[in-house]
């Protein structure tokens, strides 16, 4: 059984940190691209940050020099690493695993097979 399960999300001021997780489970973890996504209220979900099953990354413009993604392949884990947050990163975000390919072709949501549940980011001004 496939799991992607989210937690990190917090409350904070603008300005602060944050650091993401998602733990993967049922799937060759390791030979699959993995992605964070968020949804704000109002919005259609967008692509945050990609990493690549050898660790190739991209980023997001609204968030490239403020947002980490890594991964752990021997722990299954996702990370999102976000400092200097501001409003406008308030959202909904979610971890989502092609496991069709170990490399990453950008945010079409539907290479994206398996979807986390989500874990909400606010920050206020």
């Known amino acids: 059984q496939v799991q992607l399960v989210e937690s990190g999300g917090d409350s904070v001021h603008s300005g602060g940190s944050l650091t993401l997780s998602c733990a993967a489970s049922?799937?060759?973890?390791?030979?699959?691209?993995m992605a964070w996504f968020r949804q704000a209220p109002g919005k259609e979900r967008e692509g945050v940050a990609n990493?690549?099953?050898?660790?190739?990354?991209t980023y997001a413009d609204s968030v490239k020099g403020r947002f980490t993604v890594s991964r752990d392949n021997a722990k299954k884990m996702l990370y999102l690493q976000m400092i200097n947050l501001k409003p406008e990163d308030t959202a909904m975000y979610y971890c989502?695993?092609?496991?069709?390919?170990?490399?990453?072709?950008?945010?079409?949501?539907?290479?994206?097979?398996?979807w986390g549940r989500g874990t909400q980011v606010t920050v206020s001004s």
């Open positions: 990493i690549a099953g050898d660790g190739y990354t």
């Open positions: 049922g799937y060759d973890y390791s030979d699959s691209c």
């Open positions: 989502a695993a092609d496991w069709r390919d170990r490399y990453c072709s950008g945010y079409y949501e539907p290479d994206y097979g398996y």
